[in-house]
C-alpha cells in the first residue's frame, strides 16, 4: 500500500510500525509515522488495510463465517517499501512491531532491514520487538514519534521504547472463548465453562504477564475490573492510555469516559481492536493499555 508522505524534514529520525497498533490515519500523518499492513483473509477473501475501509465490518462478519479467519504479517517487501519512503525524510529508522511470540512480522521486519543495507545505504535502522500488541504497541509507537519530531537521538528513543515496553500493561475482557478456543488455544471445556456461568475473563498480555487475572460472571463485573486495575495503578501518575473494542464501541467510549474522570490521562485515545488479532478472540471485545509517568 503506498502511502502519502506524512510531515517530516531532512535529517530525522523516522518511525515505522505495522497496522496491529491500529492507530487512528490522522494521527499516523501528525506525527509522520508509516506502517506496513497486516493482511486478513476471511471467507476466502484476502483484505489488506488501507483506506478503502474494506475491514470496517470485520466483526460482523465474523459471527457467520464458519471457518476462522486467517492472518497474515506484513511481508520483508511491505516492510522494505516502507523503509525506503522513510529513508526519502531520515537518516535512521526505529521500527516498532507487535510481538515477536505473537506474529512473524519482526521477523519479517529484520530482513527486510538487512535488504534496506543495499537498497538505502547510510541509513540506519533498528527494529525493536514491543513485546506486546494492539493499544500497548500504539503506546510506544506514539511516544517514540514525539520523541524523533522533537529531535531525540536513536539511542534516547530506543531506551525509552524499552521502558514503556516493560511498564505498559493490555488488559480486555472477552463476550467468549469460542474463537480462542477455535484457534487451538484452550480446551473446549474451558468455553463450555465460561458459557455455562456466564463468565466473561479478564486477560492480560503485558511483558512477563500472560493470561487471565479475573473471571467475573457479568460485562459489567469485567468493565469494573478493568477501571479498578487503571485506578490502582495510574492514581498519582500520568496516564498514557489507549481504549479498545471489537464492535463494542458503547462500552469502549463509556470505559474512555470513566476513565478520564478516574485518572489524569496525558492521552486519551479509543480505537478498533485491529482484526489481525480480532479474528482470534472474537467481537465483543473491551480492551485498556496504559502506562504512567
Not at 531532512?10 to 494521527?27: E, H, K, Q, R, Y
Not at 486477560?203 to 460485562?219: D, T
Not at 490502582?232 to 492510555?241: E, F, I, L
Request: proline share 4%.
Amino acid at each position: 500500500m503506498t502511502q502519502s508522505s506524512p510531515d517530516s524534514q531532512p535529517g530525522t529520525i523516522a518511525i515505522v510500525t505495522d497496522s496491529a497498533a491500529a492507530l487512528p490515519s490522522d494521527l499516523l500523518q501528525q506525527l509522520g509515522i508509516r506502517t506496513a499492513s497486516m493482511e486478513v483473509t476471511i471467507d476466502g477473501e484476502t483484505y489488506v488495510d488501507g483506506p478503502g475501509g474494506e475491514l470496517d465490518d470485520f466483526y460482523r462478519r465474523l459471527v457467520s463465517v464458519e471457518k476462522l479467519p486467517t492472518t497474515s504479517a506484513p511481508r520483508p517487501g511491505a516492510w522494505l517499501e516502507q523503509f525506503k519512503a522513510a529513508a526519502v525524510d531520515a537518516d535512521s529508522i526505529i521500527c516498532i512491531t507487535l510481538s515477536a511470540s505473537l506474529s512473524a512480522a519482526y521477523d519479517a521486519a529484520r530482513v527486510a532491514a538487512e535488504m534496506a543495507a543495499d537498497e538505502i545505504p547510510g541509513t540506519e535502522i533498528r527494529v525493536f520487538d514491543s513485546k506486546t500488541a494492539a493499544g500497548s504497541e500504539a503506546l510506544i509507537v506514539l511516544e517514540c514519534a514525539r520523541m524523533a519530531k522533537s529531535g531525540a537521538s536513536i539511542e534516547e528513543i530506543t531506551v525509552k521504547a524499552e521502558q514503556i515496553s516493560e511498564r505498559v500493561r493490555l488488559l480486555a475482557y472477552l463476550d467468549t472463548l469460542e474463537y480462542v478456543h477455535r484457534g487451538g488455544r484452550v480446551p473446549k471445556i474451558a468455553v463450555w465453562a465460561t458459557n455455562l456461568f456466564n463468565i466473561k475473563p479478564v486477560m492480560e498480555f503485558s511483558a512477563g504477564r500472560v493470561g487471565s487475572i479475573a473471571r467475573p460472571r457479568s460485562r459489567s463485573g469485567a468493565y469494573k475490573r478493568l477501571l479498578k486495575e487503571v485506578r490502582q495503578d495510574m492514581t498519582g501518575k500520568r496516564a498514557h492510555v489507549v481504549v479498545m473494542h471489537a464492535d463494542a464501541e458503547e462500552e469502549a467510549t463509556s470505559l474512555a469516559s470513566d476513565l478520564q474522570e478516574a485518572v489524569e490521562c496525558t492521552e486519551l485515545l479509543t480505537t478498533q481492536f485491529h482484526p489481525f488479532m480480532g479474528a482470534h478472540t472474537g467481537p465483543g471485545l473491551v480492551g485498556v493499555s496504559y502506562w504512567g509517568e
